[in-house]
């Protein structure tokens, strides 16, 4: 959700815009005079986001609705002046010879200088050089496995061979390679997906990170070329692999041993181990956690999203899912995460890439997403997450009990999985029984699913951020109706409610309906399912966190986070809760993401017992 902050001078009359440079102009306007912060996304529907905008503004006769209206119309379709994410800059690595090397080192140092001076045509035999040097480098760390000159020029030295398998497209893996000195073989693998050969690989030590998710690397100092494996051959099926795409990123760790003149490379995950065992001694394994996933938020650009699948959900039905980007391991804790509105799951990689720079995180919990189009009402796309609760049930019995985190409306999905209904919700809404209300089989198993629901036994606890528990009022106001008027229900959830409202299911009700409520009608503190929902508490057997922003002012508990309320985001019964100086955003906050990490660690402590 973002928030509005409206114009403090209604009086003043200001004409409409009638083109993309007008509204950036009135933006920086608006922006200068009331000292306004504002930051808009980029989005392929921005243009005809604005037309219908002005549209609107011409329609509208107060002057303080068409000022305040032009700040909404900046903040969506403004470009640029949102920070990125993810910036991935790549440029060759260049290696530095130490004057004090020996033995081994020097001979290392001298292999990958020669390889350095090599041009294309003679790219087998900078591989051979390559591995000459990583073969003399592992030498030494035999002998002096703290040799940090040694272990830099192993994992320089095989980097760079990929570097070349890359840059030349030499096929390695579907038989052995022969360079001056070595034959390359690689060590069968049985795990799924695990085929060389479908991979593109791209070393980190090539990459620079920046952006405001990757303030930090998350990494461990060790053995092994540090790698991320893009997958070019289409996974078929890849949904039900709980993947969200055919095509996949992910960072693994090449390592060479040397038995003569055979170089076997095998590929480690680094998340799935911290050692790797060469000739019986062992050693710490390089990992890289970070590059992979900023390499994806570049090229997927999965941000951009947001604001369609608000505007047409029905068009995007296919983004919604529950994924992984790490591999299943039944020894870890699943999180999983829920966006909120008008956003998706890329809104958690700075705090994503935080929790795994902490090695406690990383060897205890796997990350999982929870995606959806945004448009539709929150309690019907809940339907879908316990769909897919029950698929991976199913994939993964025996599965580690689930920890939840949703922020904003992602936190009222979450509360959905946590919360036993029964036909309370039901009797709020047509104050009468299911089986009194007279509604078609498909109408009345449609809304059957959507609000009447049991908390699942397989999540432990749950951490809410910026949740409007009780409502928004911006989901009620003209903002609310104007973000109403956007968005394009599917024909089934439209079809639907023109059949339960021509019945007589609600007669007799203290609620009237218009039509079927789009995502940000069920967010309004008047809605019917919120208010039934706030009779039903959080399942006691499920301890919760919360966590919301007052945007550094310090008046809870009268604060507000410029989009939910205090009074809203407010749950009795939880296990802790945090106030942190952030806007709607208090998951990218720092002492938010703190939060959430002390969290995970108390977890771990409950059910390390």
Not at 52 to 71: A, D, G, Q
Request: hydrophobic fraction near 40%; glycine fraction near 6%; charge should be positive.
């Amino acid at each position: 959700m973002v928030a509005i902050i409206d114009s403090r001078e209604p009086d003043k009359i200001f004409e409409p815009p009638q083109n993309s440079t007008a509204v950036r102009a009135t933006c920086q306007f608006f922006l200068r005079r009331h000292s306004l912060s504002l930051c808009g996304r980029a989005d392929a529907h921005a243009p005809r986001t604005q037309a219908f905008f002005v549209n609107e503004l011409h329609r509208m006769k107060s002057n303080y609705v068409r000022n305040s209206t032009l700040l909404i119309l900046a903040g969506i379709v403004v470009a640029g002046c949102a920070e990125q994410l993810a910036v991935v800059k790549q440029k060759p690595a260049r290696y530095e010879p130490s004057a004090s090397a020996a033995g081994d080192v020097r001979a290392a140092q001298e292999h990958i200088v020669v390889a350095e001076k090599l041009g294309p045509g003679d790219s087998l035999r900078a591989i051979g050089e390559n591995l000459s040097a990583a073969d003399c480098a592992l030498k030494q760390l035999r002998r002096q496995p703290s040799d940090a000159a040694a272990l830099h020029d192993y994992n320089f030295a095989l980097s760079r061979v990929f570097s070349t398998i890359r840059s030349r497209q030499i096929d390695v893996w579907s038989k052995p390679l022969s360079v001056p000195g070595y034959i390359v073989t690689q060590r069968k693998d049985t795990r799924a997906m695990w085929n060389p050969a479908d991979y593109e690989f791209i070393p980190c030590d090539e990459l620079t990170l920046s952006g405001t998710a990757f303030g930090q690397r998350a990494q461990r100092t060790g053995l092994g070329a540090t790698l991320i494996a893009v997958r070019r051959t289409p996974v078929e099926d890849f949904r039900k692999l709980f993947l969200n795409s055919e095509y996949f990123f992910y960072g693994v760790t090449a390592v060479a041993t040397f038995e003569g003149n055979r170089c076997e490379i095998s590929f480690e995950d680094p998340l799935a181990k911290e050692t790797v065992t060469i000739a019986g001694r062992s050693y710490s394994l390089a990992g890289d956690f970070s590059s992979a996933i900023a390499i994806m938020i570049v090229r997927e650009k999965p941000q951009k999203l947001g604001f369609s699948r608000l505007v047409y959900p029905e068009k995007y039905a296919n983004t919604r899912l529950l994924f992984r980007l790490q591999p299943y391991d039944p020894s870890k804790i699943p999180v999983i995460f829920v966006h909120g509105l008008q956003d998706s799951p890329a809104t958690w990689v700075q705090m994503f890439n935080n929790l795994l720079s902490d090695p406690k995180i990383r060897n205890a919990y796997r990350f999982w997403f929870f995606s959806y189009p945004t448009g539709d009402p929150f309690p019907y796309s809940a339907t879908f997450l316990r769909k897919d609760l029950d698929r991976f049930n199913k994939a993964f019995p025996g599965h580690k009990p689930i920890v939840m985190v949703g922020h904003s409306m992602g936190g009222l999905i979450t509360r959905l999985m946590v919360t036993d209904s029964g036909d309370g919700i039901w009797r709020s809404i047509f104050n009468k029984s299911p089986a009194e209300t007279p509604l078609p089989a498909p109408e009345k198993q449609l809304l059957e699913s959507a609000i009447i629901f049991k908390h699942r036994p397989e999540i432990a606890r749950a951490i809410f951020l910026s949740t409007p528990h009780r409502g928004a009022a911006m989901a009620s106001n003209w903002i609310g109706a104007i973000g109403t008027r956007l968005v394009h229900l599917p024909q089934k959830l439209v079809g639907a409610g023109n059949n339960i409202l021509s019945g007589e299911a609600l007669k007799g009700s203290n609620f009237r309906l218009k039509r079927m409520p789009t995502s940000i009608d069920t967010l309004s503190a008047r809605a019917p399912f919120i208010v039934g929902l706030n009779s039903h508490p959080v399942s006691s057997s499920i301890p919760f966190h919360q966590i919301m922003g007052d945007r550094g002012k310090g008046d809870t508990p009268n604060s507000s986070d410029g989009v939910v309320a205090y009074w809203s985001s407010h749950l009795d019964g939880a296990k802790s809760t945090l106030i942190v100086p952030s806007g709607h955003g208090s998951h990218h906050n720092p002492e938010g993401i703190a939060e959430v990490h002390r969290i995970l660690l108390v977890h771990l402590k409950t059910v390390s017992r």
